[in-house]
């Protein structure tokens, strides 16, 4: 099951429950329109990204039918996961400065205790985009995972068009969001 999975996730190790996420500037970026279109042809076309449903921490249906249109970026994660936990705050900014713009974050917690602990997580922290728990549909319907945090972002069409693996500076992720938002 999702506790086996973990078992070999690199990059990441238990983590107190006190420790707050690290702090990663964020970086303004604007695009000229020409530059922007150029950009977003930079961006190959993965594959499609799969249809997934799920409950969010406070008990709604989310799913990517309804995320159509919208740029999404999808973040496989963990309370306990060093790296994953020092994106946290570049993405609270993204979804603040992009938000209206279309963008649309959604953390998926591999952790394997249940909602609760993600729910006092997101309310420390201060996590203001949606939050799902995984299930091994989900984690298989997006190829497995190799480790964590990996991150997919999809664009308005509903196609993959970068993966990460591994944490990233927000200033440099932010770039490659911007791609597909302008």
Known sequence: MLSVLLVGLAGCKPHTETEAPAETPAKETAMAPDTAQKAKSSLPIIDVAPTWSLTDIEGKSVGSEALKGKVVVVDFWATWCAPCREEIPGYIEMQKKYGK???VIVGVSVDTGGPAKVVDFAKKFGVNYT???????MVQAFGGLNAIPTTFLIDREGNIRDVKIGSMPTAVYEKTVLKLLN
Not at 131 to 137: E, I, R
Request: charged share 30%; net charge negative; aromatic share 0%.
């Open 101 to 103: 713009d279309g963008l």
């Open 131 to 137: 939050l799902v728990m995984a299930d091994n549909d």
